[in-house]
């Protein structure tokens, strides 16, 4: 290399360090001034900026950086279901500080991860609220790898360090810094609110279509749902429940088990109007187990109490539209598997009604405080009622399920009486 080349390469290294120098220096004076995720938590960060900030690019990172704050009073851990339907700000919550730590996809494992990690960052917390979704305790199934979990704080992992350093320094967190900046000063609002509740899921246009588009991955729940295939509980799922439950209780807290609400339609039998078992039986008893084995332990905390929502009643059992009508949606449903804050506020009516400013409300019900077998019979009861008192939907709903399996398709049939 002569003399003249070494001087130009020289000189260009000199301004790709100058370059490089600017832009990290960019980066991170906005990434903690702006904190998109609320994550860098400088004393310096814009509070004003609070509304505009969006964590749905990275919920797990944003869930995270709202847990560590360290001054809430209430949790509500779950998925999508409960990330969307449940409101921080509910009448429930008055008086206390409610985040919402939720996120979309998120199961067991990260489901008690995200709780372990409150409380350890929260001393103040006095009420939990955890939503299991069904099925997922007895199966090994287990997506963290797929939704990043591992690129969360929530994941106890050796990992913290390249996560600062993303964070602060990224070329995500630059981007991200820029679209605060911008929505602040357009007036947008984020999907995510700044207590953590998703306000902007997608809401399919067409219910009828959403659903045959994708009944697939719904079906696929059916053979778990009615015990086609035996159900094996889990050990290592169950024991982190319970870890989390224990924990939760010894730490005085009052813990809320709930199975979130899905539309009737997801709960219908495939062949039955009258099935011997209830839906999704197998898991309501394991986690019944699993509360009364925590609520043995002697703890300052209330007992655990156990609810379950994916019953039959008028929140529910909102009927499909009417094929050929105009208005294609269900009132109060996003689809047949996520419940809109009208649902979610029901929820929190039925656990917590009765409290001030609290309407009571029963589209649910405690399993550890009822009389199994009467609940059972009760619970076919509503299911044969249902079907006969919306056949056109279940036909259809039957049909789809039949496709999806390559079964021959099933008609509802006449309910019977009472049992």
Not at 182 to 199: C, E, F, N, V
Not at 352 to 376: H, K, N, Q, S
Request: net charge neutral.
């Amino acid at each position: 290399m002569t003399a003249g080349a070494r001087k130009q390469f020289s000189r260009f290294l000199r301004w790709l360090g100058v370059l490089l120098g600017l832009y990290l220096a960019i980066t991170l004076v906005l990434s903690t001034v702006v904190d998109p995720w609320r994550i860098n938590a400088a004393p310096w960060a814009l509070t004003s900026l609070d509304g505009s900030r969006e964590i749905s690019t990275n919920v797990r990172v944003g869930k995270a950086a709202l847990a560590n704050r360290g001054n809430w009073d209430a949790v509500i851990l779950g998925s999508s279901r409960v990330e969307i339907g449940m409101d921080p700000g509910h009448p429930a919550f008055k008086g206390r500080r409610a985040v919402n730590l939720a996120m979309a996809a998120a199961m067991v494992y990260e489901t008690v991860a995200a709780g372990q990690y409150a409380i350890d960052r929260n001393p103040g917390i006095r009420t939990m609220l955890i939503g299991i979704e069904p099925g997922d305790i007895n199966t090994d199934f287990d997506n963290r790898a797929i939704v990043r979990f591992d690129l969360s704080p929530f994941s106890d992992n050796n990992r913290s360090i390249e996560r600062s350093i993303n964070q602060l320094i990224g070329g995500r967190s630059l981007i991200e810094s820029v679209g605060v900046i911008q929505r602040h000063i357009r007036g947008g609002a984020p999907g995510r609110s700044p207590l953590g509740q998703w306000l902007t899921p997608g809401h399919p246009a067409d219910t009828r279509a959403y659903t045959a588009a994708f009944i697939g991955l719904m079906a696929a729940s059916v053979p778990d749902q009615w015990e086609f295939r035996p159900p094996v509980l889990r050990r290592e799922k169950a024991d982190l429940v319970l870890g989390l439950l224990r924990r939760a209780r010894r730490a005085g807290i009052e813990v809320h088990l709930f199975l979130p609400p899905q539309h009737a339609l997801k709960l219908v039998h495939p062949a039955d109007d009258r099935p011997e078992k209830i839906g999704w039986e197998a898991d309501f008893l394991a986690l019944a187990a699993i509360c009364r084995e925590a609520n043995a332990e002697d703890a300052p905390g209330p007992a655990v109490r156990l609810w379950n929502f994916l019953e039959f009643n008028d929140a529910t059992s909102v009927p499909l539209p009417i094929p050929g009508a105009a208005e294609k949606r269900m009132p109060g449903w996003l689809d047949l598997g996520h419940g809109q804050k009208s649902v979610g506020d029901r929820v929190l009516n039925t656990i917590f009604g009765g409290r001030a400013g609290v309407e009571p409300d029963r589209i649910g019900t405690g399993l550890l405080d009822c009389d199994w077998a009467a609940y059972r019979a009760a619970w076919i009861g509503a299911h044969a009622r249902y079907c006969a008192g919306h056949a056109d939907d279940v036909n259809w709903w039957r049909a789809l399920v039949a496709g999806a399996a390559g079964k021959p398709v099933i008609s509802s049939n006449d309910a019977e009486g009472e049992p």
